[in-house]
């Protein structure tokens, strides 16, 4: 087969196989006019930014792309890794505080300011790495949680009010023009769609790599991994990186779209939101952070405006229903029900083939 012909195929096959993706991608680039046009209102005052529900859906889809690539992060750490970690919380208050500090007290712009998040993400993985070798399941978990109750605490302090704002919150944070959530609200959207497919993609490819097979092996079984020649502490240490990396990304983006920081990103809760967000996604999926993204913060919305103060209690109860009924998440068990479903198909096929052959 010519190196072409072959080149085609392979380039035929690649858009088959993200069909989905592309679909998706296409509707939610879509989005915003389509809405604009159902609510009957021009594009052009769309283009210019102006109030309407497009503008509203919009905000809120952003909210939803800054949690998907925050609960990526948190999949590649206890999906692909199995590493669980109570403190990745602590990886998104600091992408999120480093940004605001950045803008507001020294007057950086964005890509400095990128710069040093990436030397600052290494940090941060390093001192959860530093335990790696010592501690093992929940006891990982634990002392990641230590730690990132140290940080929250000393965002809260009164000594470092001077630039966290302490129990208020990190506020007055300038946006640069170009990105204004405001005024560049069409803008902003495109950006954030365009960084959560960026991430994902790459954090795809990282699973598909070497070093993220050797993750996942050391998941499944890290004795046998280890018994194989392969060092899981450095290939566990990579993962946290990439992860810290990208949930800072998420706090990045969380600032420039609302700039207030607030403490609540930092506890606990925060980590629990991302961990939550996974579970109903599908845990090592990827795909299935962002499905979770949007199921979990458009259920928080519409509950809250249609409930109110019940919203929670409801909440809970879909919670129940999607362990109870949706075990493996929305996209693993989607997954599993059409790996069952194709197989049923090859073994009637198999049957028929059989019997047609038998009656000859």
């Keep these: 087969m010519p190196s072409s012909t072959r080149r085609q195929t392979l380039i035929v096959n690649?858009?088959?196989?993200?069909?989905?993706?592309?679909?998706?991608?296409?509707?939610?680039?879509?989005?915003?006019f389509v809405i604009a046009i159902v609510e009957g209102q021009s594009i052009s005052s769309l283009l210019a930014n102006e109030a309407g529900q497009a503008k509203f859906i919009q905000g809120l889809m952003i909210e939803v792309f800054i949690l998907a690539i925050f609960a990526i992060s948190y999949d590649l750490v206890f999906g692909v890794t199995g590493l669980l970690s109570f403190g990745h919380a602590m990886f998104f208050a600091v992408g999120a505080y480093l940004t605001g500090i950045m803008l507001k007290t020294h007057h950086w712009s964005l890509l400095p300011t990128l710069g040093l998040m990436v030397l600052v993400s290494l940090v941060q993985a390093g001192l959860f790495g530093l335990v790696l070798p010592r501690v093992h399941g929940i006891t990982f978990a634990l002392v990641t949680l230590g730690i990132a109750e140290v940080f929250h605490i000393v965002i809260q302090s009164r000594e470092a009010s001077k630039y966290t704002g302490a129990d208020v919150g990190l506020q007055g944070v300038i946006t640069p023009d170009f990105l204004n959530p405001t005024n560049?609200?069409?803008?902003?959207y495109f950006f954030a769609l365009?960084?959560?497919l960026l991430v994902y993609v790459l954090c795809r490819r990282f699973v598909?790599?070497?070093?993220?097979?050797?993750?996942?092996?050391?998941?499944?079984?890290?004795?046998?991994?280890?018994?194989?020649?392969?060092?899981?502490?450095?290939?566990?240490?990579?993962?946290?990186?990439v992860a810290s990396f990208i949930a800072s990304l998420a706090g990045m983006l969380h600032t420039l779209f609302q700039p207030i920081v607030s403490p609540d990103v930092a506890a606990m809760g925060f980590t629990v939101k991302g961990l939550l967000t996974v579970l109903i996604g599908g845990v090592g999926t990827l795909s299935g952070a962002p499905v979770g993204a949007a199921v979990l913060r458009l259920m928080e919305f519409y509950l809250e405006k249609w409930f109110g103060g019940?919203?929670?209690?409801?909440?809970?109860?879909?919670?129940?229903?999607?362990?109870?009924?949706?075990?493996?998440?929305?996209?693993?068990?989607?997954?599993?029900?059409?790996?069952?479903?194709?197989?049923?198909?090859?073994?009637?096929?198999?049957?028929?083939?059989?019997?047609?052959?038998?009656?000859?």
């Design 14 to 32: 690649r858009v088959k196989g993200n069909a989905p993706l592309l679909a998706l991608l296409f509707l939610l680039a879509a989005l915003p």
């Design 184 to 188: 560049e609200r069409l803008r902003f």
């Design 194 to 196: 365009a960084l959560t």
């Design 208 to 241: 598909d790599s070497p070093t993220g097979r050797v993750c996942i092996a050391a998941r499944e079984n890290e004795g046998r991994a280890r018994m194989l020649g392969f060092n899981t502490f450095y290939f566990n240490l990579v993962a946290l990186s």
């Design 310 to 360: 019940s919203a929670g209690f409801i909440l809970g109860v879909v919670y129940v229903a999607l362990v109870l009924f949706v075990p493996y998440g929305i996209v693993g068990t989607w997954r599993m029900r059409a790996l069952q479903v194709r197989r049923g198909r090859e073994r009637l096929a198999r049957l028929l083939g059989g019997g047609s052959r038998a009656a000859m």
